[in-house]
């Protein structure tokens, strides 16, 4: 493509000079977006976002754990809004569902030790006297005992600055014992652990041992260092039985104390080791003590030396670095033009929340020595693989390149890429094995940087080819939950998961598009397998039945046997929805639009355009689902607008002909309904910034259909969007005027040329040598039939 001789030079008149300041955006994130659920005050149904603080990818992710009564997918990442104060933690997750995952290595401040038994949470826990207060980098909570706790972090450390009233005691505890609890599934457990101190008890260190949770897997270790910038008076080690699960009556259990300066749980691999912990005294001339603690997954020495990434005991100094990071790194690379305040916060949040995982462990892999970049807690790709990548993918490719290469890294030690994993373990795959999506996303949009693509291949192929060992997950024990894909050997012999194994309908749509990205990676890597991927790819087919009428509509995914006949089932239902139903977390009715690489044969399947938009347009009449999943599904669609299953499903009438109005339509009543810049802002888990980016895709006016270089257009919100593609110094300008008539298009120039296609190719938006491009929208309140071009492709078709 040439761009036009007076759009390049304003494209370069753009670029950024190197010492101008950075605007400070994190004035514009509310952390607190997405804490709470539709019931005010608590987190029952909520985002489950981290309010706490971390950095891009942090490492530690510091912030408040706290009790929590009523637990459906709550409160995951340690806060609740109502619960009280059990500690202040190093590592979280955020957004994410299924089971609670870290909250550990704790400090607890105490006040008085009347009444406490150390080893009993509820003895100590405090509630909040005022409203906690949150911002980028910064985290504060009053407790009811008067002390005031502040915290920060830096990549690998935390620091804490805790006020005592003057009249009071002042104690830290650490529990080393302590993790996010949950009520029975997929727990996590303390199993060991080791701790010794400084003669003056002003550092500590060692390390705890934790196993299962929600990825399950054995036991890990998190190495810990922790120092005071005063002298405790006293300090001294405890110990008690393990309570859990054996011992679950904890007033049973009390601490004893020790002189002892180090202090093991048990004999190294024993699981039900004694808890230990330490209670640190400081004098009584001390209101305010300041600590710091670095953790590290390798080793105790490791922790205390990233503690020095932290500069004296300077915690504004500590918070300014946080915001600068995020601010440079992540917030500025799109600038919008906006007045209004509500929407300036929910597009800055949802910027903010899509960059907190997975967390960057480079150099902290206790498994193998290599010198790839490595990232852990991917929770999970099942959610992220749809729109979160190809966000990062246009303002942070490196950062894409980097996961890209951790995942063929895990393949080259463990054999599988993950799908979910966490401390190191991979586990919990829900469906397909999508990091092949999200490594043919990668490929098709040309990230190089150093990924060996021939192994990425071998990687996407291993997916493909190889039976994953069942791990014999009690939730579904019909195959591997922990990697791969556990239905692979009925979909090798029948082109689709039968009903003998779990989720045989969504696993059937899922390898479809894994194996759709084998394809996309083949015709570079491996031309010869390209045939034998696409045709898999359609396996989605032969399970496509049109016996199934439902709602007037006919033709639907069924889960079908080996021997052809169906399971009687309800394309509006999925049962339990649940890892042994025959539909993972989504009805039939959503599943059976999930084919993105091949909407033309979907739409011809369905009974062609006509009835393809009519069947489009029942899944957003309110009233007709009839699947309730809990904190899993908002609204009364067939849509649900609280999973990820239907994220793309609003936006398909781009797939028809001068229908591109309705997908516009659609967005802004899916945003304007379901998210806002409240605490539950968010409709449903945010799944580890899943939901939060594709609110900003939403407002940014594109979608993009992943695993194809190709975006829909839907229409942006903004003035003007300003978005820095990586570091190159170019940019994509997305200018719309008319905003104030209303969200429609009524006409669009891309780089100077009149538009008429519903969607771009990657190349239209980042230019061809990444010299970036421009968007300009007219808009109006009325529907124009601007898009007279060409439909999206349709890649996966037989005949194209
Ligand atoms: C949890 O809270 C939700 C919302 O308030 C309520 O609907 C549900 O019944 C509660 N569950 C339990 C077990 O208390
Ligand atoms: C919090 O603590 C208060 C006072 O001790 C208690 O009444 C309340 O039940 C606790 N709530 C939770 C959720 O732990
Ligand atoms: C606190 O105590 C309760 C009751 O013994 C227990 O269920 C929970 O796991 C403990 N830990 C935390 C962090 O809440
Ligand atoms: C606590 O002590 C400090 C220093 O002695 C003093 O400045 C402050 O006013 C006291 N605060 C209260 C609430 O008594
Ligand atoms: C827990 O222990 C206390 C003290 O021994 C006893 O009174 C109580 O009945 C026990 N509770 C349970 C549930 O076993
Ligand atoms: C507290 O008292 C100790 C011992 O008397 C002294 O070394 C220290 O400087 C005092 N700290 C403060 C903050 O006054
Ligand atoms: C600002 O944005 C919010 C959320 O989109 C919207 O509800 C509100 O009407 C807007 N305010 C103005 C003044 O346009
Ligand atoms: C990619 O990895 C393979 C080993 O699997 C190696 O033979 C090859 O040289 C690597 N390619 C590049 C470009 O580094
Ligand atoms: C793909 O399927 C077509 C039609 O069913 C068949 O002719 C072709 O041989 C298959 N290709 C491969 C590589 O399996
Ligand atoms: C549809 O029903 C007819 C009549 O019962 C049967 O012959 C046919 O095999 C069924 N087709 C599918 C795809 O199930
Ligand atoms: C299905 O068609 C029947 C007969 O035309 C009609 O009465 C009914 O309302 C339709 N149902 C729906 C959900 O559109
Ligand atoms: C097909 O297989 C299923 C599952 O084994 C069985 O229930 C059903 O009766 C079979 N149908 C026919 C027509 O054989």
New binding site residues.
């Given amino acids: 493509m040439l761009v036009p001789l007076t759009l390049a030079v304003g494209l370069l008149a753009t670029r950024v000079k190197a010492n101008e300041p950075t605007p400070d955006y994190t004035k514009h994130v509310n952390l607190f977006i997405g804490t709470e659920g539709p019931v005010p005050g608590t987190a029952f149904s909520a985002g489950n976002v981290f309010p706490g603080a971390s950095l891009p990818f942090g490492a530690v992710k510091v912030g408040i754990d706290t009790t929590r009564w009523n637990v459906s997918f709550s409160a995951n990442a340690g806060y609740t809004p109502d619960g009280n104060v059990t500690a202040i933690t190093m590592l979280h997750e955020s957004g994410t569902g299924g089971a609670p995952t870290y909250g550990l290595i704790p400090q607890m401040p105490l006040t008085t030790l009347e009444g406490v038994n150390l080893l009993d949470n509820l003895t100590y826990m405090q509630p909040r006297v005022v409203e906690d207060i949150a911002t980028v980098g910064y985290y504060k909570t009053q407790l009811s005992n008067g002390v005031t706790a502040e915290m920060s972090a830096s990549h690998h450390a935390g620091i804490m600055r805790y006020h005592y009233p003057n009249d009071s005691e002042r104690f830290v505890l650490v529990d080393l014992s302590h993790f996010i609890p949950s009520t029975g599934k997929k727990e996590q457990w303390y199993s060991n652990g080791l701790i010794e101190r400084s003669e003056d008890g002003d550092w500590y260190s060692g390390y705890g041992v934790y196993r299962e949770g929600w990825a399950w897997g054995g036991e890990y270790r998190v190495y810990f260092c922790g120092h005071f910038d005063t002298k405790p008076l006293k300090t001294q080690f405890f110990s008690g039985k393990a309570t859990d699960p054996y011992w679950p009556n904890t007033t049973d259990v009390r601490h004893s104390f020790t002189d002892a300066t180090t202090l093991q749980g048990g004999t190294v691999g024993y699981q039900y080791a004694d808890r230990i912990g330490s209670l640190f005294e400081f004098p009584p001339n001390t209101t305010t003590v300041t600590s710091k603690v670095g953790i590290s997954w390798v080793s105790a020495d490791k922790a205390c030396q990233f503690i020095e990434e932290i500069p004296a005991w300077d915690l504004e100094a500590t918070i300014q670095a946080a915001r600068d990071q995020w601010n440079t790194e992540v917030l500025s690379k799109i600038d919008i033009k906006t007045e209004n305040q509500t929407q300036l916060e929910m597009f800055y949040t949802g910027l903010y929340h899509s960059h907190l995982l997975p967390s960057d462990r480079t150099g902290e892999n206790p498994n193998w020595i290599s010198d790839e970049p490595y990232y852990d807690d991917f929770y999970t790709i099942w959610d992220t693989f749809r729109c979160l990548h190809a966000l990062t993918t246009l303002i942070l490719p490196n950062r894409v390149i980097g996961i890209v290469r951790a995942l063929i890294d895990i393949w080259r030690f463990e054999r599988f890429m993950p799908d979910g994993r966490s401390h190191n373990t991979n586990g919990r795959v829900q469906g397909g094995s999508n990091a092949d999506n999200v490594l043919a996303d990668a490929y098709v949009k040309g990230l190089q940087g150093g990924i060996?693509w021939?192994?990425a291949y071998?990687a996407m192929k291993t997916n493909a080819e190889l039976q994953p060992y069942n791990n014999f997950d009690f939730e579904d024990p019909t195959g591997s939950t922990k990697e791969g894909r556990g239905g692979l050997q009925d979909w090798k012999q029948y082109g689709y998961v039968t009903p003998n194994r779990g989720r045989s309908l969504s696993k059937t749509t899922e390898y479809s598009h894994n194996d759709f990205s084998l394809a996309q990676v083949a015709k570079g890597e491996a031309p010869n397998d390209v045939g034998l991927y696409l045709n898999r790819s359609r396996g989605w087919q032969k399970t496509w039945n049109n016996n199934v009428t439902s709602l007037n509509f006919t033709g639907f995914l069924a889960p079908t046997y080996a021997n052809g006949s169906i399971l009687s089932y309800d394309p509006l239902s999925c049962g339990a929805c649940d890892w042994t139903s025959y539909s993972y977390e989504g009805v039939p009715w959503e599943y059976s639009f999930s084919f993105p690489f091949d909407m033309k044969t979907l739409i011809s399947l369905m009974g062609g355009q006509e009835t393809f938009e009519s069947r489009l347009d029942t899944m957003f009449i309110p009233g007709l689902t009839r699947s309730n999943q809990g904190g899993n599904s908002a609204g009364t669609t067939i849509f649900n607008p609280g999973n990820e299953p239907s994220f793309m499903t609003p936006f398909l009438y781009n797939y028809l002909p001068q229908k591109q109005y309705k997908s516009v339509q659609r967005s802004r009543e899916v945003v304007n309904q379901y998210y806002n810049n409240g605490r539950s802002g968010i409709p449903g888990n945010d799944d580890a910034g899943a939901m939060s980016s594709w609110l900003v895709w939403n407002m940014i006016g594109l979608y993009p259909v992943v695993t194809q270089p190709v975006y829909l257009i839907l229409s942006p919100w903004f003035e003007e969007v300003k978005l820095k593609l990586g570091d190159e110094g170019s940019f994509l300008r997305i200018t719309a005027s008319g905003l104030d008539k209303g969200p429609y298009i009524q006409s669009l120039k891309v780089n100077g040329r009149e538009w008429t296609q519903s969607w771009l190719s990657h190349n239209d938006l980042v230019g061809v040598d990444g010299e970036g491009a421009l968007l300009e929208f007219e808009m109006g309140a009325d529907a124009a039939l601007w898009d007279t071009g060409d439909i999206p492709p349709s890649p996966g078709a037989l005949n194209k």
């Fill in positions: 060996n021939t192994d071998r």
